[in-house]
T-cell receptor, first 117, second 115 residues
């Protein structure tokens, strides 16, 4: 079974600075999808960015980018120019492409990000 | 287009009572997923349903938990004889099709408290 590990329970960053959240995963599959979700205090899950494993190019969405290292099974999220609204729990998630498990997301434990003004 | 709706947002039940959590997927979405989030943890998959079918219930506890997604109406997650360990946030997500990159859209969650 696939597992996702986020080794940083908490992170903090000064407003306007850059922060990187770590995520590693374990799988025997060669093709899959990876996601970062944001959960603000409202608890609503918001998709931040996604990466297809077959793509070598790292995904980017405005101030959010990933560093995808397939061989190392690492998928970190970089937030540039941090804003107060970025404060939230961030979850890394894995999704299989095998038919049996293609639908469910496997989440990490989360990293609580604090933005210091 | 309204998002995924869940109700109630907060539910308090005494031990031994039944809890019913409802999820209305986004319009046009026929695939529903339920996840549970224990305090200070990530979301854990419970069950995946299509209209009138349970596709994957590998994350559902064997006893007391059941889910349905009828032809008409919302999806229901039912927990019988609740215990304190059932206290958690329960999230529903929906997608239009089960294609690989089809995004799962999450509802706001139902926070269940068992006293």
């Amino acid at each position: 079974a696939q597992t996702v590990t986020q080794s940083q329970p908490e992170m903090s960053v000064q407003e306007a600075e850059t922060v990187t959240l770590s995520c590693t995963y374990d799988t025997s599959e060669s093709d899959y999808y990876l996601f970062w979700y944001k959960q603000p205090p409202s608890r609503q899950m918001i998709l931040v960015i996604r990466q297809e494993a077959y793509k070598q190019q790292n995904a980017t969405e405005n101030r959010f980018s990933v560093n995808f290292q397939k061989a190392a099974k690492s998928f970190s999220l970089k937030i540039s120019d941090s804003q107060l609204g970025d404060a939230a729990m961030y979850f890394c998630a894995y999704r299989s492409l095998l038919i049996q498990g293609a639908q469910k997301l496997v989440f990490g434990q989360g990293t609580r990000l604090t933005i210091n003004p | 287009n309204a998002g995924v709706m869940q109700n109630p947002r907060h539910l308090v039940r005494r031990r031994g009572q039944e809890a019913r959590l409802r999820c209305s997927p986004m319009k046009g979405h026929s695939h529903v997923y339920w996840y549970r989030q224990l305090p200070e943890e990530g979301l854990k998959f419970m069950v995946y349903l299509q209209k009138e079918n349970i596709i994957d219930e590998s994350g559902m506890p064997k006893e007391r938990f059941s889910a349905e997604f009828p032809k008409e109406g919302p999806s229901i997650l039912r927990i019988q004889q609740v215990v304190r360990g059932d206290s958690a946030a329960y999230f529903c997500a929906s997608s239009p099709v089960p294609e690989p990159l089809s995004e799962q859209y999450f509802g706001p969650g139902t926070r269940l408290t068992v006293t």
